[in-house]
């Protein structure tokens, strides 16, 4: 079954602002820790950020700035995406785990697209 949900993704212009979230249905004692990555076509899997309980996060190298990871509850979190440009295109991935870099669960990914 879905256990991650993600959504807000689309078709932005460059320079424009995306609000991805995503929702759990597992108890919280499996999503201590969730995050997001993405994949642009021919690429690897990059870490963007990540948040657990308490609210500490942790971003990837590069993303800091533009990409801002939030947590509204036990069960759903976001990522505010600013300034998107063209590079930022990818599909972007919900994980959840018990923090340390094991991530369980992933969700099945949301398109984002940024236009030139």
């Known amino acids: 079954q879905v256990r991650l949900v993600e959504s807000g993704g689309g078709l932005v212009q460059a320079g424009d602002s995306l609000k991805l979230s995503c929702t759990t249905s597992?108890?919280?004692?499996?999503?201590?820790?969730m995050g997001w990555f993405r994949q642009a076509p021919g690429k690897e899997r990059d870490f963007i950020a990540q948040?657990?309980?308490?609210?500490?996060v942790m971003y990837g190298n590069s993303m800091r700035g533009r990409f801002t990871i939030s947590r509204d509850n036990d069960k759903t979190i976001n990522l505010q995406m600013n300034n998107l440009k063209p590079e930022d295109t990818a599909v972007y991935y919900c994980?959840?785990?018990?923090?340390?870099?094991?991530?369980?669960?992933w969700g099945q990914g949301t398109q984002v697209s940024v236009s030139s």
């Open positions: 597992l108890r919280t004692g499996r999503t201590s820790t």
């Open positions: 948040i657990n309980l308490i609210g500490s």
């Open positions: 994980a959840a785990g018990g923090g340390g870099g094991n991530w369980h669960f």
